[in-house]
């Protein structure tokens, strides 16, 4: 499985447990937004230092691996109700 499968699945797993833990939607969604971004240009940053890739390959990807799972955050936020509603 490639890197950034596997960086889609943990964000999306951790959208999926905070959800869960946090009552308010928009909370959750703010917090996950804020780790997730953390994560991702941390992510971003070792692609460039330590993997060697250049930055315009690792700001492509990043836009996904960052851009995906808050996209679906966002969207969970507004067409999903709150699991304890």
Request: aromatic content about 10%; hydrophobic content about 65%.
């Given at each position: ?56 390959e ?10 995906t ?17």
């Amino acid at each position: 499985m490639s890197h950034t499968a596997i960086m889609l699945i943990a964000g999306v797993a951790l959208l999926i447990v905070l959800r869960l833990t946090i009552r308010d939607v928009r909370r959750a969604t703010r917090l996950f937004i804020l780790l997730w971004l953390a994560v991702s240009i941390g992510n971003l940053l070792f692609g460039v230092l330590s993997a060697g890739y250049g930055w315009g390959e690792e700001a492509a990807i990043w836009i996904l691996v960052f851009g995906t799972p808050a996209a679906v955050a966002v969207g969970a936020a507004i067409f999903v109700p709150s699991p304890r509603a």
